[in-house]
Antibody
Framework: QVQLQESGPGLVKPSETLSLTCSVS????????WTWIRQPPGKGLEWIGY???????KYNASLESRVTISVDTSKNQVSLKVRSVTAADTAVYYC???????????WGQGALVTVSS | QSVLTQPPSVSGAPGQRVTISCTGS?????????VHWYQQLPGTAPKLLIY???NRPSGVPARFSASKSGASASLAITGLQAEDEAEYYC????????????FGTGTKVTVL
């Protein structure tokens, strides 16, 4: 059973960089695509992007200029960085495994990140 | 940035059948891309409920079913139970937008 656990600072100042880590257990990080999805408080889900361990990535164009997702096979972790954050980036951030570049079958419990000074 | 439209809410008494629609367009569901459904219980992460239009992952009760036709899809809950009260989202792939993977606007199911 694949398990995902997000971790990182819960509070980030405007204009700074949001950094989150997703620890993967119970499965091979090298055999899947890994994605980040966010959900602003009281709102719907927004796909951020995905990464594969060989370095293949794809991002939501609305965020592409500010986002980096990477896979660290030595640590079994997936990371997310969002640069130059504003209050609009306040959300619960979920990491998830992608199945067949199609849907998201395993999700972490989510990490709330608030952007505020 | 939701391009898949769902009704904001549906409700039903225990034991009843409710359906949730998911309306897309020619650049996503209408092109033939699969539709997937997620259930989000209050305060928890979304959970995969239906994949590839009408398939239930192991452990999902048979009272959940789904279908797709044209540029729309629907999720049905037959024999509604109190624990089904949650937010439900459809999801597909969109070939015209920058988002690629798009979610529905979400539907809150209330058990009366």
């Amino acid at each position: 059973q694949v398990q995902l656990q997000e971790s990182g600072p819960g509070l980030v100042k405007p204009s700074e960089t949001l950094s989150l880590t997703c620890s993967v257990s119970g499965g091979s990080i090298s055999s899947s695509y890994w994605t980040w999805i966010r959900q602003p408080p009281g709102k719907g889900l927004e796909w951020i992007g995905y990464s594969y361990f060989r370095g293949s990535t794809k991002y939501n164009a609305s965020l592409e200029s500010r986002v980096t997702i990477s896979v660290d096979t030595s640590k079994n972790q997936v990371s997310l960085k969002v640069r130059s954050v504003t209050a609009a980036d306040t959300a619960v951030y979920y990491c998830a495994r992608m199945w067949g570049l199609d849907y998201f079958d395993y999700w972490g419990q989510g990490a709330l990140v608030t952007v505020s000074s | 940035q939701s391009v898949l439209t769902q009704p904001p809410s549906v409700s039903g008494a225990p034991g009843q059948r409710v359906t949730i629609s998911c309306t897309g367009s020619s650049s996503n569901i209408g092109t033939g891309y699969d539709v997937h459904w997620y259930q989000q219980l209050p305060g928890t992460a979304p959970k995969l409920l239906i994949y590839a239009n009408n398939n239930r992952p192991s452990g999902v009760p048979a009272r959940f079913s789904a279908s797709k036709s044209g540029a729309s899809a629907s999720l049905a809950i037959t024999g509604l139970q109190a624990e089904d009260e949650a937010e439900y989202y459809c999801q597909s792939y969109d070939s015209s937008l920058s988002a690629f993977y798009v979610f529905g606007t979400g539907t809150k199911v209330t058990v009366l």
